[in-house]
Every structure is written in C-alpha cells, then in structure tokens.
C-alpha cells in the first residue's frame, strides 16, 4: 500500500499546504484511482482533526486513515477550552 502525505505532494507541487488546489486535487485523484486500478491499498494522512474528514476519506475510497498529529489535536482542544472560558 501507499500513504498520501499531504504536505509532502503539496511541497512537490510548490503549493506548500494547499491541499484544496486544483493541482493537487487532480494528482490526489490520479494516484488513487492509479492505486485502485493496480490492487494497491491507498491511505491517506488527514493533518487537521476533523473527524468528518475521517468518512469523506473513506468514501473517497482510502482505505487507510492516518489522523492528524498530536500538536494539531492538543492545539485544537486548547482553542476549544479557551472559547469555552471566555464566555
């Protein structure tokens, strides 16, 4: 199998962290649909922790998910306490 790394194909595509760019969009949809076609599994690696994002991969037709990375996660959850305070 495979592991799209989003920040990796973004960088290769000089469009650092724009993964809703036309260019990368394409590429992402052509090396799965590559992976499908040759029994390959694809996963994907989703950086901002959106459980949502975990389904529309799926759907997708990943069919590995690696989610976010620990700081994104800790870094979401404090802006959320911090909302929650300043009410």
């Known amino acids: 199998?495979?592991?799209?790394?989003?920040?990796?194909?973004s960088a290769s595509l000089n469009k650092p962290g724009e993964f809703d760019s036309k260019e990368f969009k394409l590429c992402e949809k052509k090396v799965l649909k590559s992976a499908i076609r040759n029994s390959i599994v694809p996963g994907v690696h989703i950086v901002n922790?959106?459980?949502?994002?975990?389904?529309?991969?799926?759907?997708?037709?990943?069919?590995?998910?690696?989610?976010?990375?620990?700081?994104?996660i800790i870094i979401n959850d404090i802006n959320k306490s911090l909302k929650k305070i300043k009410r």
């Open 1 to 9: 199998g495979y592991l799209l790394g989003p920040y990796d194909l």
């Open 49 to 72: 922790p959106d459980y949502k994002l975990i389904n529309k991969s799926l759907k997708y037709g990943y069919k590995s998910v690696v989610y976010s990375v620990d700081f994104k």
